[in-house]
Every structure is written in C-alpha cells, then in structure tokens.
C-alpha cells in the first residue's frame, strides 16, 4: 500500500483527480469505480475542471458506482444516482448511457447484485476504484461483519453509518436502513485502487485498516491484500 498524507483536502483532491486524469488519458475507454460521500466531492469538482480545460475526455470512459440506498430513486436527492449527476456526470463530457450505479429499488436486489457482477465483467472490470472509508471501516456499503461478502449484495447498515449519513438527511430517521453495495469481490478485483480519506475522525479506522489485521470486522483491512492500493490522507 501507499500511503500519501497531505496537509489539506484541496490538495487531496487535487491528487486523487490527478491519479484519475492519468488514468483516463492512458486509456481513454477506461472502467472507473466510483464512491460518493463527502470525501470525493473535490475530486470530482477538480475532475470536472480538467474536463472543461480540455485536459481529459470522458466521451469513451464508463462508470459503476459502489452503492445505493434501497428504495430512493435516481430522482431522489438524496440517491447515490442523483448525486453522481449532479457533482460528476452533469458536469463532464460523459455519455450518461456509460454510467452505471446498482439500482435500489429493484425488486430483487439479491438479483440486481448478480447482475451488476456480470455487468461489471461485461465492461472487462474496473481499471481504479475510488473508495472512501467509513467511521466503522466500512467500504462501499460493506460493513463490519464475521465475514467478508464476495458478490454485490444487499445490506442492512450499520447504526454508526446511519447516524454518520444522518448529516446529509431531514433527520437521521430519514436514512433509509437499508442499500445494496458492490461487494469485495469486484472492488479487489479492480486493477488499482485509490482511497480517499479526510478528518481526524478517519485516522484511527484508516490506521486499523493498514497496519492492524486482516478483519471483516474492519472491512477495509481487506485491502492490505490487493497488490495497488493508494491511500491519500488529509487532517483537515
Ligand atoms: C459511498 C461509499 C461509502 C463512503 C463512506 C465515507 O459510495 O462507498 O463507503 O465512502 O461512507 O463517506 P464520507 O466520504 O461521506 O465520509
């Protein structure tokens, strides 16, 4: 793993949109896996920015988000679709067709989750994934458990993510309890992965998650195991 500690979340950000950018000009029809939350939203913005200098095209690049909550729909505003729109795709030159996130109101989310596998393989898998950390250690919407869950699955969350997401919400009893979430199978099988991580709330999980031991009760430590990880890190 790398691990690159910086003093500001503008930088960042600067150098996780840099570490995409490359990503995007080396292979210009690239498979990025994409989180939302807070932490990658200077990302995106700076990602947006190169855009509209000319410095990287995403007219061939596709797209698969991590998560959904279960039953809000893209229109939502608070769905990991509605916010992909409105701080990446409205913002760049991608084809919205090319952009995928697992459905939370489908009928059949055991079923939705082995589609969005196959879809993900269809697409040839994920040149990087971007992650970013849960309090809990959670990645995507995999939380801490007695095992790690291979396949796209559905989720009950964690109350710790429900208070932690309540911030975006009316109330905390607005945060559906429920998402599906790309499960360990398709992030580990990303080409390179790129974790984000800002606050001193995040120091001690992301710590746990590096150095302590391979844990599904700290789902990220299963990261220690992928052969291109790079975590950046900011304080503030
Ligand atoms: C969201 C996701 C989550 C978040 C995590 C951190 O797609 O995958 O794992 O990355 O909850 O969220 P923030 O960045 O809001 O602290």
Same mark, same amino acid.
């Given at each position: 793993?790398?691990?690159?500690?910086?003093?500001?979340?503008?930088?960042?950000?600067?150098?996780?949109?840099?570490?995409?950018?490359?990503?995007?000009?080396?292979?210009?029809?690239?498979?990025?896996?994409?989180? &939302?939350?807070?932490?990658?939203?200077?990302?995106?913005k700076?990602?947006?920015?190169?855009?509209?200098?000319?410095?990287?095209?995403?007219?061939?690049?596709?797209t698969v988000?991590?998560?959904?909550?279960?039953?809000?729909?893209? &229109?939502?505003?608070?769905?990991?679709?509605y916010?992909?729109?409105?701080?990446?795709?409205?913002?760049?030159?991608?084809?919205?067709?090319?952009?995928?996130?697992?459905?939370?109101?489908?009928?059949?989310l055991?079923k939705?989750?082995?589609?969005?596998?196959?879809?993900?393989?269809?697409?040839?898998?994920?040149?990087?994934?971007?992650?970013?950390?849960?309090v809990?250690?959670?990645?995507?919407?995999?939380? !801490?458990?007695?095992?790690? &869950?291979?396949?796209?699955?559905?989720v009950?969350?964690?109350?710790?993510?429900?208070?932690?997401?309540?911030?975006?919400?009316?109330?905390?009893?607005?945060? !559906?309890?429920?998402?599906? &979430?790309?499960?360990?199978?398709?992030?580990?099988?990303?080409?390179?992965?790129?974790?984000?991580?800002?606050?001193?709330?995040?120091?001690?999980?992301?710590?746990?998650?590096?150095?302590?031991?391979?844990?599904?009760?700290? !789902?990220?430590?299963?990261?220690q195991?992928?052969?291109?990880?790079?975590?950046?890190?900011?304080?503030?």
């Amino acid at each position: 793993m790398k691990l690159i500690e910086v003093k500001t979340y503008e930088e960042l950000s600067e150098i996780a949109a840099n570490i995409i950018a490359a990503q995007v000009i080396l292979k210009p029809d690239c498979v990025l896996g994409l989180a &939302t939350g807070s932490t990658p939203v200077g990302t995106y913005k700076k990602l947006a920015e190169k855009n509209k200098a000319g410095i990287i095209d995403f007219s061939a690049v596709k797209t698969v988000n991590l998560d959904e909550y279960e039953g809000l729909e893209g &229109t939502h505003d608070q769905s990991y679709r509605y916010f992909m729109n409105k701080n990446l795709f409205d913002n760049i030159n991608i084809d919205k067709k090319n952009t995928y996130v697992p459905n939370g109101c489908a009928a059949d989310l055991e079923k939705e989750g082995k589609e969005y596998d196959e879809l993900i393989k269809s697409l040839g898998g994920i040149d990087i994934q971007l992650l970013g950390i849960g309090v809990d250690g959670h990645i995507g919407f995999n939380e !801490p458990d007695d095992f790690f &869950t291979a396949a796209t699955h559905p989720v009950v969350l964690d109350p710790s993510t429900i208070e932690a997401n309540a911030r975006f919400f009316a109330s905390a009893d607005d945060v !559906p309890r429920k998402a599906i &979430t790309m499960g360990m199978m398709s992030i580990m099988q990303a080409k390179k992965i790129l974790m984000v991580a800002n606050g001193k709330n995040k120091f001690d999980i992301l710590k746990a998650s590096i150095e302590g031991p391979v844990d599904p009760k700290v !789902p990220a430590s299963i990261l220690q195991l992928h052969p291109d990880v790079t975590v950046i890190y900011s304080e503030v």
